[in-house]
Antibody
Framework: QVQLQESGPGLVKPSETLSLTCSVS?????????WGWIRQASGKGLEWIAI???????YYNPSLKSRVTMSVDTSNNQFSLNVTSVTAADTAVYYC????????????WGQGALVTVSS | DFQMTQSPSSLSASVGDRVTFTCRTSQSISNYLNWYQQKPGKAPKLLIYSASSLQSGVPSRFSGSGSGTDFTLTISSLQREDFATYYC?????????FGQGTKLEI
């Protein structure tokens, strides 16, 4: 059974870089599939951030593209998200998730990691 | 980007009721439409993919339909555990945007 777990600092200062890692168990990322990040501000809806294929091909949300980078680390079976120049608007619960194919739904999801941007 | 509009934004219902949620997209997405259920403090859970395919393990009281720009999610007989927020998502073209959600309340 595939499981995903987000990890990273819970507090980031404005203008700094938010870095999160998603560790995958029960499946080897090098075997394929797409891996993504989604976030949700408190009391708000879901925002799609980006997805990456195991080969490294990435697709970013244009609203965040200039600040977002995803990468995959097959040796450690994890993938990462970096968001630069953060502001309070980047405060949210960040979820990682898997999609079995491009154009596919996300399933399963990690439990989510709350990241607060504050000085 | 594709705009996703869900209606209603909230809905009150009772156990045993049949309820229908609607999701409309700004452009045709064929059947690349997914539905998720989210409970407070939890990650979303996939219910329906490709507009009408029931995800494994999801009760058969959930069903989806639609194609093009108009889609529906129906719960045939509400159970207490179904009270949650429901989101649609298009996976036709990146960014794979979500609707704003429909909150189902008792």
């Amino acid at each position: 059974q595939v499981q995903l777990q987000e990890s990273g600092p819970g507090l980031v200062k404005p203008s700094e870089t938010l870095s999160l890692t998603c560790s995958v168990s029960g499946y080897s990322i090098s075997n394929g599939y797409y891996w993504g990040w989604i976030r949700q501000a408190s009391g708000k809806g879901l925002e799609w951030i980006a997805i990456i294929y195991h080969s490294g091909t990435t697709y970013y949300n244009p609203s965040l593209k200039s600040r977002v980078t995803m990468s995959v680390d097959t040796s450690n079976n994890q993938f990462s998200l970096n968001v630069t120049s953060v502001t309070a608007a980047d405060t949210a619960v960040y979820y990682c998730a898997r999609s079995r194919y491009n154009y596919g739904p996300f399933d399963p999801w990690g439990q989510g990691a709350l990241v607060t941007v504050s000085s | 980007d594709f705009q996703m509009t869900q209606s209603p934004s909230s809905l009150s219902a009772s156990v045993g009721d049949r309820v229908t949620f609607t999701c409309r997209t700004s452009q045709s997405i064929s059947n690349y439409l997914n539905w998720y259920q989210q409970k407070p403090g939890k990650a979303p859970k996939l219910l329906i993919y490709s507009a009408s395919s029931l995800q494994s393990g999801v009760p058969s009281r959930f069903s989806g339909s639609g194609s093009g720009t108009d889609f529906t999610l129906t719960i045939s007989s509400l159970q207490r555990e179904d009270f949650a927020t429901y989101y649609c998502q298009q996976s036709y073209r990146t960014p794979y945007s979500f609707g704003q959600g429909t909150k189902l309340e008792i």
